[in-house]
């Protein structure tokens, strides 16, 4: 099976149904994907499939083959991308875990809104959970990259 | 350019996730990093200048500071490396971390007690100032002055009176000639000459963390390894009768099944295998001696050794006799535990997330019945700790699978595993019997706690003349174990919520109320402050309340306000938190923010949500669907206030922790007059009793069952049958729209059954819309 990740197309040899998350962090090696919960709930391990955030955790690998799939190191992985720039700036991680799928949506929502409201952050990535507790600097940073 | 690909090789692991290759003489494996890093360190002259086990100058002219405790999400990393920076007058640009690996000459590795700061304030600031000294005696050698005519600066040594200047690099070879500075002769900066200590500074492993390349212990990977699971008996203390695994070995990439004495393990090619491999598994299970244990059990039992307290002193007017009651609680850090281990000749090497290495290196050795030199234990990223990770449970189920099997492996945890298989938050009962005396001074406070696991009492840090102590401890069986801000998370909450109940009955101002009695200045500081900021003493509009309460402890002297809204249908809004710390020396002040934010969305999501239940001897949670967090949109603002008193630091990773929790409730009871004495605050309805059988002249409502576990049924029976404009809508308890059910009817009886099955365990409103008016109804969800 040909999938393109981050740009690279890998030809695997896995099972249709294996998730990929699976894929990603142990036949790729690219563990910046994060597993969380593996049913869909805390958005640890989100991903960009063709510019839409999706829980790569309840994705089958079969579904991506032909579509583009970006990662946290497919985003930018000398953390040049405006988003973890701010991250860098405003020290918004705790423990750090959530953050690569957090900012993987947070991607995704300037890639939709270039200039976004709080409501709008807030409507966003309230799907995601951070254990730590670090949403106000999530929001800040946010806000903080798409400021003029 | 990105501040990780110029790094030495050395840190290159705590860097990747790939790139693993070599066998090292002396030990089992390494990558190639760690093996670049055994040679040199036999030769310092080619890897650079270590003047202690803590600091080491490179040839880049880069610092490396040792951290003897486990980056848990608390920022210790930055802290340690910024107290050795201070004193070493070091480039901070250029300065990194990297992990001890367990070797007792660190000292206790133990991340736990917000200890590291206190402990290491000195130790570190010392080894900075002993290698800058270092420095500059080689520097004074190589230019023939006195060392007293050099000074430091941004890695750099410079002549007093001249132009000349050494970077440290430059000055490696020198100084390994020349003896390290006693400690006695090190002189260390006063607070007035800090440049890094005090202000705010970045996260030195944020480019790691925003890139995905920090590795944690489920990120380990070595060529040749394999992935492990394992199948565990449902039922708390329970065994396993016998188990059939020829569907399991039949799934591709299942390579092994083993019974460990903790379950069954599944060796896979990788986790998917692995957790396919699991399912295919059955077993059949002993319950054990549990076999009908539930959380109902469990806190009956409390109630029955509550028994009874003494008499108060007969100065008491008014008395108070509450019973506060918290329940278990799950860690349920982001990341479930897992751990890579390799056993082979007799040797076994850990990576992990831990809290405490060394204990884990002991329980490996002793797991696999071999010496604790035969262990390494290296420390990765922990994606959360909160206290989970000094019970090394899972290091050991991985040592003892590769052992079983002879690969490399990496054993994980699912949610489910990790919730179910956890060392709980004590659950814990409190009686307070206290009451006030004629002049409203509170005249005894009697305090006994229930348990089952350790709950140490805590005293009120108040003055009062007749304090006394009891505790009692049930065993049921549950495993416990540390969780964040350990024995204050119960205490505190029963404590700040008596000192709340003691003000109202002597018609005090509940903030100063504690003003009165706080025993130390620092309190009253915190407490004085966060009245100014919360402008605590103006009027709040109906159903808007304020509630305070203090702490002190791990050095540090904290209060919280905490202003809430509950509306008529019962929604509660937590608007506002007011944070004042008073910290001592505030190190990294931006790092206390973040901390004190933290510590407040955790106590306010454990306080509003989190309970582990049982039932049948199993525990019933399973994931974040059923033991919910904070989402981004429910979280209050904040202002936090930190006050500087002393030249000592103190522990920021719990402090901000226990006062939340009572502050919410009391702000509860303030704003409608509902006293919460139990936890979590999500399984009382908050309806003002007046608000109850105002509707019958209208209609009646009835629902069926309820509490309910998915579904339940509602109906509503309108009075006046010409009026069918009728509206039915749930909310969950924040107040948050779910659901607007249809409405079927015969005649004027109308009725639905809703599923709440995906929908957390809490309470939740139905709410009715009725001639422009809208009556609230609770639902009780149970798990
Ligand atoms: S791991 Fe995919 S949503 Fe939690
Ligand atoms: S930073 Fe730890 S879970 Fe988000």
């Known amino acids: 099976m040909k999938i393109i990740v981050n740009k690279t197309e890998y030809d695997i040899d896995v099972e249709p149904n294996m998730p990929l998350l699976w894929v990603l962090r142990d036949i790729l090696n690219l563990t910046g994907t994060k597993y969380g919960c593996g049913i869909g709930v805390c958005k640890a391990c989100t991903v960009l499939i063709d510019g839409y955030p999706e829980q790569s955790c309840s994705i089958p690998i079969s579904y991506v083959e032909g579509k583009e799939v970006t990662t946290i190191e497919g985003l930018s992985i000398n953390g040049e991308h405006p988003l973890q720039i701010a991250w860098k700036e405003l020290s918004v991680s705790q423990c750090g875990y959530c953050q690569p799928g957090q900012i993987i949506r947070a991607a995704y929502l300037i890639s939709k809104i270039p200039k976004p409201t709080v409501e709008d952050i807030n409507k966003e990535m309230s799907e995601h959970i951070c254990r730590c507790g670090t949403y106000k600097k999530i929001r800040d940073a946010i806000l903080w990259a798409t400021k003029d | ?783």
């Not at chain 2, 006695?184 to 944020?206: M, R």
């Not at chain 2, 290296?378 to 050991?396: E, P």
Request: charged fraction near 20%; glycine fraction near 8%; proline fraction near 5%.
């Open chain 2, 1 to 783: 350019m990105d501040g990780i690909t110029n790094l030495s090789r050395r840190r290159f692991v705590f860097g990747t996730a790939v790139t693993i290759a070599g066998v090292v003489s002396g030990f089992v494996f390494s990558n190639e990093a760690l093996a670049e890093l055994i040679v040199l360190d036999k030769d310092k002259k080619i890897l650079g200048l270590t003047p202690s086990i803590w600091v080491e100058i490179t040839k880049d002219n880069e610092v490396i500071v040792t951290v003897a405790r486990s980056e848990i999400g608390q920022g210790i990393r930055t802290t340690f490396a910024m107290l050795v920076a201070e004193e070493l007058d070091a480039d901070w640009s250029k300065v990194f971390a990297v992990n001890a690996d367990g070797d007792p000459k660190y000292g206790d590795q133990s991340t736990g007690g917000s200890t590291s700061v206190r402990t290491f304030w000195m130790t570190l600031r010392k080894a900075g100032a002993q290698a800058r000294q270092l420095l500059i005696n080689a520097a004074a050698e190589i230019w023939g002055v006195s060392p007293s005519d050099c000074f430091t600066e941004n890695s750099f040594v410079y002549e007093k009176n001249g132009t000349r200047k050494l970077s440290y690099a430059d000055l490696i070879d020198k100084a390994l000639e020349l003896p390290i500075p006693p400690e006695n002769s090190i002189k260390l900066k006063s607070v007035s000459e800090f440049k890094i200590l005090g202000k705010a500074h970045k996260n030195i492993d944020e480019p790691l963390f925003v890139t995905g390349k920090a590795v944690y212990g489920s990120d380990f990977r070595l060529p040749g390894m394999k992935y492990a699971v394992m199948l565990h008996c449902p039922y708390i203390g329970g065994s396993l009768l016998s188990y059939d695994d020829s569907e399991a070995k039949k799934i591709k990439g299942v390579l092994g099944i083993y019974r460990l004495s903790e379950g069954i393990a599944v060796v896979a090619d990788n986790s998917w295998s692995a957790l396919k491999g699991r399912e295919a598994l059955k077993a059949t299970w002993n319950p054990g001696s549990n076999q009908g244990l539930s959380s109902e059990t469990i806190f009956n039992t409390f109630r029955s050794l509550l028994g009874t307290l003494p008499e108060l002193p007969k100065s008491t007017i008014k008395e108070l006799n509450a019973t506060y009651e918290v329940p278990f609680l799950a860690h349920s850090t982001m990341e479930p535990m897992s751990a890579f281990a390799f056993f082979q000749d007799g040797k076994c090497e850990v990576w992990a997330g831990t809290q405490n290495p060394q204990t884990a290196r002991n329980s490996v050795a002793s797991a696999l019945g071999i010496s604790r030199n035969n262990v390494k234990v290296n420390v990765l990223y922990s994606g959360g700790g909160f206290g989970r990770r000094h019970i090394n449970d899972y290091i050991v189920k991985a040592a003892k699978i590769s052992k079983a099997s002879g690969f490399p492996i990496l054993f994980f945890y699912t949610k489910d595993d990790d919730i179910k298989n956890d060392y709980y938050r004590p659950a814990s009962m409190h009686y307070i019997k206290s009451g006030v005396d004629s002049q409203g001074k509170i005249s005894g406070f009697y305090h006994k706690v229930v348990s089952q696991g350790d709950v140490f009492y805590v005293e009120p840090p108040y003055n009062i003349s007749d304090i006394r102590n009891f505790t009692e401890k049930h065993n049921f069986g549950i495993p416990t174990g540390p969780w964040r801000s350990v024995d204050y998370t119960q205490n505190v909450f029963a404590i700040e919520s008596a000192i709340d109940e003691l003000a109202n009955l002597a018609g005090v101002d509940p903030l100063q109320f504690r003003l009165n009695i706080a025993k130390s200045s620092r309190l009253k500081g915190v407490l004085q402050r966060v009245a100014e900021i919360s402008q605590w003493n103006s009027a709040l509009p109906k159903g808007v309340g304020r509630g305070v309460a203090a702490f002190e402890g791990y050095g540090a002297y904290i209060a919280h306000v905490v202003e809430v809204s509950v509306s008529d249908e019962g929604f509660l809004r937590i608007l506002k938190i007011f944070a004042v710390v008073d910290p001592g020396f505030p190190i990294n002040p931006e790092n206390i923010r973040n901390q004190i934010i933290g510590s407040a969305i955790d106590a306010l999501s454990t306080a509003l949500n989190a309970e582990i239940t049982i039932q049948n001897g199993q525990i019933l949670q399973s994931g974040f669907h059923n033991y919910r967090w904070l989402r981004m949109e429910e979280i209050p603002d904040f202002e936090i206030d930190i006050l500087t008193t002393s030249e000592q630091p103190s522990g920021m990773g719990e402090v901000g922790f226990p006062s939340v929790t009572p502050a919410l409730c009391n702000a509860i009871y303030n704003a409608i007059g509902l006293r919460i004495r139990k936890l979590p605050i999500g399984k009382t309805p908050l309806l003002k009793s007046d608000d109850k059988k105002n509707h019958y002249e209208k209609f009646h409502f009835n629902t069926y069952p309820n509490p309910f576990v998915s579904k339940v049924q509602i109906e509503v029976i309108i009075n006046d049958f010409n009026k069918p404009s009728l509206q039915l809508i749930i909310y969950d308890f924040l107040g948050k729209k779910l659901l607007e059910p249809k409405l079927s009817n015969t005649g004027n009886k109308f009725y639905t059954e809703l599923n709440l099955e995906v929908y957390p365990p809490g309470v939740y409103y139905a709410v009715v819309c009725l001639d422009n008016k809208r009556y609230s109804f609770p639902l009780v969800k149970t798990i």
